[in-house]
């Protein structure tokens, strides 16, 4: 089963940008949907972006036209690049196949302070 690796979170201010990036244990090239999710204490996981292998994305309303979602499928790793950061976007970041299909990864926090 592949294993999935998040990082690039941080701190950031209000409008700030940060880029994470999934790594894949193992090739991604055959698995259609690829997904980014964030969760917040006392919330369920939400879906906040999600990219085919066709290239085609899909977003949440509360992130269009701020987030981008992509992959490299040569490096088996997919990126969601985040631009003008509101502090509601502070959460755990997870990255995941669309429907999930492989166990959650660590997540990677995102903190954007107002």
């Known amino acids: 089963q592949v294993q999935l690796v998040e990082s690039g979170g941080g701190l950031v201010r209000t409008g700030g940008s940060l880029r994470l990036s999934c790594a894949a244990s193992r090739s991604i090239f055959s698995i259609n949907a690829m997904g980014w999710y964030r969760q917040t204490p006392g919330k369920q996981r939400e879906l906040v972006a999600i990219?085919?292998?066709?290239?085609?994305?899909n977003y949440a309303d509360s992130v269009k036209g701020r987030f981008t979602i992509s992959r490299d499928n040569a490096k088996n790793t997919v990126y969601l690049q985040m631009n003008s950061l509101k502090p509601e976007d502070t959460a755990v970041y997870y990255c995941n196949t669309r429907p999930i299909a492989v166990d959650w990864g660590q997540g990677t926090q995102v903190t954007v302070s107002s």
């Open positions: 990219v085919t292998t066709g290239g085609s994305t």
